[in-house]
C-alpha cells in the first residue's frame, strides 16, 4: 500500500525547525513513500519559506511534492508568486491559513487565488477549525462558490463536506479513530486523505489511529494514498 | 510502573457502551495493562436516572468486587439540591473518591453558587476531589476552566480535576492551574504538544492521563495513553502522568499488576 501524507510543514519557524532530510526520516522511520509540504507558519511573507519546500522537492522529487503558501494579504504579489508557483516551480496546490494571516474566509482577498486556483487546476487546502477567520462553514462556502476547485480542509469540517461534493477532508491530526469510523458509515471515502501535520502531529499516532479504526481494506488503500495521488496527478 | 486512566464511564448494559460489567471492565484493562480505572456514570441526568442513585450503585458494586482496579466519582444531579448533597455524602462514604461535575450536560456553571457549591462544601468535608467535563464550544456558559478556577479559589483544599484539559481552552486550562495550585489537568482529547506545555508551565506533578473510555471508543486509552509517551517530557514525568500523580494526590494506593516491558 501506498502510503502518503497529505500535509507535513517543512521548514524553520520561530517554533520549530524540520528540514527535508528531517522530514525523511520521520517519513522512512513511519513507512510513509511521500509527503505533501508546505511551509510552517508564521509569516507573513512566505517568499523565503516557499523557496525552501521548492529546493526540498528537487532533491527528494520522488518523496515530496509542495503546496504553495499564499498569503493573500499580499494581493498582486501573491498572485503573481502563487501563478508562478505551479506554472514555473512545480508546486501542485495551495495552501492558505485565514487564521494565521488574520482575514476572513469568505472575504474578497481569497477571491484571486480560488479563481487562479480554478484556472490552474490545483487544490487548496485551508487550515480552519480555531478561529473566527476559517470555520469550517466558512470553507464549505468557498467550495460552494468555487465548485470547480477541490477544496480540503481538516477532518473537523465534516459537516460542510457533506454537502459540497468538491471538499475534501485530510485526516490529522486525529484526536482518535471517530471520524474514519464516520466515513466507514456515512462519507465518501474517495474525499478523504490521510495527513499528519508533523511536526505538530506525530505520524506513529495517526498511523495507528487509522490501524485501530473500522476502515476497510480498500478505503484505508485509498485514504492512505490513492487519493491525493489522484487529486494531485501524482 | 503504575497506570491510571483518571477519566472513565461505566454503566450497566442499555445504558452505556461496552463494556458492562466488572468483569469486562477488568479484562478491558488488563488488555490495555492499564492498573486501575476511575470511573463515573456516562450519561445525563435527563436519559434514565434523575438522581443517578442507580447508576452511582452500579459502580459501587463493581467497586466492592476489583476494590484494587476500579475507583468512582460520585456523579450527581445538581439541579436537586438536597439531593445531591445527600447523593455526594452517601457514596463518598462509601469510598468513592469524589464527585463528577458535568456542567452542560446538567445545565449547570460549574461554579454556581446556589446548585454547585453546597456539593463542594460537602466534598471539602468529606475530604474528596472534583472532576469537571470542560470544554469549548460545547461548554461555553458552563464549564470554561475559568469557572473551575473560580471553584478552585474557594474549594483551595479540594483538587479540582479539569477534564480535557479545557479542550480547544487549554491555554486557558493551563493558565488557570498555574494560577490555583489545586487544579489537575487531565490529559484526554489533547495534544501531545498541549502535555509538554502543560509540563511546562506548571510542572509534572499536576498533569494526569485520563481517556475518557468509553467516549473516545475502545482504543481511547491506548491512543490517549501513546500521546503521553510521545510527549518530549523525561521518563519520570510521563510515569508521573500515567498513574503516579493521580495516585499520590486522591491517595490510592494502586500498585503495578503488570510486568515491565
Given amino acids: 500500500m501506498v502510503i502518503i501524507d497529505a500535509l507535513a510543514f517543512l521548514g524553520d519557524t520561530i517554533y520549530w525547525k524540520l528540514s527535508a532530510e528531517d522530514l525523511i526520516k520521520r517519513m522512512d522511520k513511519n513507512g510513509i513513500d511521500m509527503a505533501v509540504a508546505t511551509p510552517p507558519p508564521p509569516g507573513p511573507d512566505y517568499t523565503e519559506a516557499n523557496k525552501k519546500v521548492y529546493e526540498a522537492v528537487k532533491r527528494y522529487p520522488d518523496r515530496i511534492v509542495g503546496f504553495f503558501r499564499v498569503n493573500p494579504q499580499y494581493r498582486e504579489k501573491a498572485l503573481k508568486e502563487a501563478r508562478a508557483a505551479v506554472e514555473e516551480w512545480g508546486f501542485k496546490g495551495f495552501k492558505l491559513d485565514p487564521t494565521n494571516e488574520a482575514y476572513g474566509i469568505t472575504s474578497r482577498v481569497v477571491e484571486g487565488v480560488m479563481e487562479l486556483a480554478r484556472e490552474l487546476k490545483v487544490p487548496v487546502y485551508f487550515h480552519t477549525g480555531d478561529s473566527i477567520f476559517s470555520p469550517p462553514e466558512g470553507v464549505g462556502e468557498v467550495a460552494r462558490l468555487y465548485p470547480k476547485v477541490t477544496v480540503m480542509m481538516h477532518s473537523s469540517g465534516i459537516h460542510a463536506a457533506m454537502s459540497q461534493q468538491n471538499i475534501v477532508l485530510a485526516t490529522g491530526p486525529l484526536g482518535g479513530p471517530r471520524f474514519l469510523d464516520a466515513v466507514s458509515e456515512r462519507f465518501d471515502p474517495r474525499r478523504v486523505v490521510f495527513s499528519t501535520c508533523v511536526p505538530i502531529g506525530f505520524p506513529e499516532l495517526e498511523l495507528r489511529i487509522v490501524e485501530l479504526s473500522t476502515l476497510s481494506g480498500e478505503n484505508k488503500h485509498l485514504i492512505m494514498g490513492e487519493n491525493i495521488k489522484r487529486i494531485l496527478g501524482l | ?261
Fill in chain 2, 1 to 261: 510502573m503504575v497506570v491510571i486512566d483518571a477519566h472513565t464511564h461505566f454503566a450497566e448494559k442499555g445504558k452505556g457502551s461496552p463494556p458492562n460489567t466488572p468483569e469486562e471492565l477488568v479484562a478491558a484493562m488488563d488488555k490495555l495493562r492499564i492498573d486501575a480505572m476511575i470511573t463515573t456514570p456516562p450519561y445525563s441526568s435527563i436519559s434514565f436516572d434523575r438522581t443517578y442513585d442507580d447508576a452511582n450503585t452500579f459502580i459501587y458494586e463493581a467497586m466492592k468486587k476489583y476494590p484494587d482496579r476500579i475507583f468512582g466519582y460520585v456523579r450527581v444531579n445538581p439541579h436537586l439540591r438536597k439531593n445531591a448533597i445527600e447523593s455526594a455524602e452517601k457514596f463518598m462514604k462509601m469510598g468513592f473518591l469524589g464527585v463528577k461535575f458535568h456542567p452542560r450536560n446538567e445545565a449547570v456553571a460549574a461554579n454556581d453558587p446556589v446548585l454547585v457549591f453546597p456539593v463542594m462544601e460537602k466534598v471539602e468535608k468529606l475530604g474528596g476531589c472534583v472532576l469537571f467535563h470542560t470544554g469549548q464550544p460545547d461548554t461555553y456558559g458552563f464549564a470554561q476552566p475559568t469557572l473551575c478556577g473560580d471553584v478552585a479559589d474557594s474549594f483551595p483544599s479540594v483538587p479540582i480535576i479539569i477534564g480535557h484539559m479545557g479542550k480547544g481552552l487549554f491555554d486557558d486550562a493551563i493558565l488557570v492551574a498555574k494560577w490555583f495550585d489545586n487544579i489537575i489537568l487531565e490529559t484526554s482529547f489533547r495534544t501531545t504538544h498541549n502535555i509538554e506545555k502543560a509540563v511546562k508551565i506548571i510542572g509534572p506533578e499536576r498533569v494526569v492521563y485520563g481517556s475518557d473510555f468509553y467516549m473516545g471508543g475502545p482504543f481511547g486509552p491506548e491512543i490517549e495513553m501513546m500521546k503521553v509517551k510521545l510527549a518530549d517530557i523525561s521518563k519520570r514525568e510521563k510515569e508521573m502522568i500515567l498513574g503516579d500523580n493521580i495516585n499520590r494526590i486522591l491517595k490510592m494506593g494502586v500498585t503495578s499488576h503488570f510486568e515491565e516491558d
